[in-house]
């Protein structure tokens, strides 16, 4: 199975990308802020507790998020592999992780992590909003999502980059640029796949 984390802080384009991904190499998505917007769009209880967390820019609980993941990863656990959006999101969240795919008989490939200036993020964020009208996407809030993805979330790099599996790839420039960026660092993995047996 071919298992890849796209990470990056908010507006780095894993969303994205993670759509390009998937029709290259016909993964399974799992994103986690779909999926906890699918939870708030249909008004579940889940939904509401997730909603008031979202619309602050803080993170949802680990518990939470990897009884999701848990759930997706068991009913679709038979495709090429999965492409892991938004998640994980901290070090507690990556060690879940690599035990449930642990107990599944595979792991992680590779984690690819899209770095974008600041600046740029948040203007990628104020014209989704224009967009899309993502109640997360203001600019109080982007600055909240930005200061937890710098205290918190980006020492997951560390995590993966002590096993050897992180590989940091420019975010910016066009979202065709970008996926061929990402899409050397995959098929360099299906290379030495292939080589070491
Ligand atoms: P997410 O849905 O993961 O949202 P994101 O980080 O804002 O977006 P992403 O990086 O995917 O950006 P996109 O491609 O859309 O999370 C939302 C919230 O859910 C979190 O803040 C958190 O509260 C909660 N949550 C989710 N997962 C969680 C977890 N594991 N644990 C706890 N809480 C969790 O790109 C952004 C914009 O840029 C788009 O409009 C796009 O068109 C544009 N863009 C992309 N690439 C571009 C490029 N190359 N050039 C110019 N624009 C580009």
């Known amino acids: 199975?071919?298992?890849?984390?796209?990470?990056?802080?908010?507006?780095?384009?894993?969303?994205?990308?993670?759509?390009?991904?998937?029709?290259?190499?016909?993964?399974?998505?799992?994103?986690?802020?779909?999926?906890?917007?699918?939870?708030i769009a249909n008004e579940t209880p889940l939904g509401t507790e997730a909603k008031k967390i979202i619309e602050k820019g803080e993170l949802v609980s680990d518990d939470i998020v990897i009884g999701m993941v848990k759930n997706k990863i068991e009913g679709s656990i038979d495709g090429n592999g999965f492409i892991f959006d938004g998640f994980p999101r901290t070090t507690e969240q990556a060690e879940a992780l690599d035990k449930?795919?642990?107990?599944?008989?595979?792991?992680?490939?590779?984690?690819?992590?899209?770095?974008?200036?600041?600046?740029?993020?948040?203007?990628?964020l104020l014209k989704r909003?224009?967009?899309?009208?993502?109640?997360?996407?203001?600019?109080?809030?982007?600055?909240?999502?930005?200061?937890?993805?710098?205290?918190?979330?980006?020492?997951?790099?560390?995590y993966y980059s002590k096993k050897g599996k992180?590989?940091?790839?420019?975010?910016?420039?066009?979202?065709?640029?970008?996926?061929?960026?990402?899409?050397a660092v995959i098929d360099g993995l299906g290379k030495k796949r292939s080589c070491c047996g």
């Open 1 to 39: 199975m071919l298992n890849i984390v796209i990470f990056g802080p908010p507006g780095a384009g894993k969303g994205t990308q993670s759509q390009l991904i998937i029709g290259r190499y016909r993964l399974t998505h799992l994103s986690t802020g779909d999926i906890l917007r699918n939870e």
């Open 100 to 124: 449930l795919l642990e107990e599944k008989g595979t792991a992680i490939s590779a984690m690819i992590s899209l770095d974008v200036e600041e600046t740029e993020l948040v203007k990628r």
């Open 129 to 158: 909003a224009e967009d899309q009208g993502r109640t997360d996407d203001n600019i109080d809030v982007i600055k909240n999502r930005i200061k937890v993805y710098n205290e918190v979330t980006s020492h997951v790099c560390n």
């Open 166 to 183: 992180y590989s940091p790839v420019d975010g910016t420039g066009s979202i065709e640029e970008i996926f061929d960026r990402i899409s």
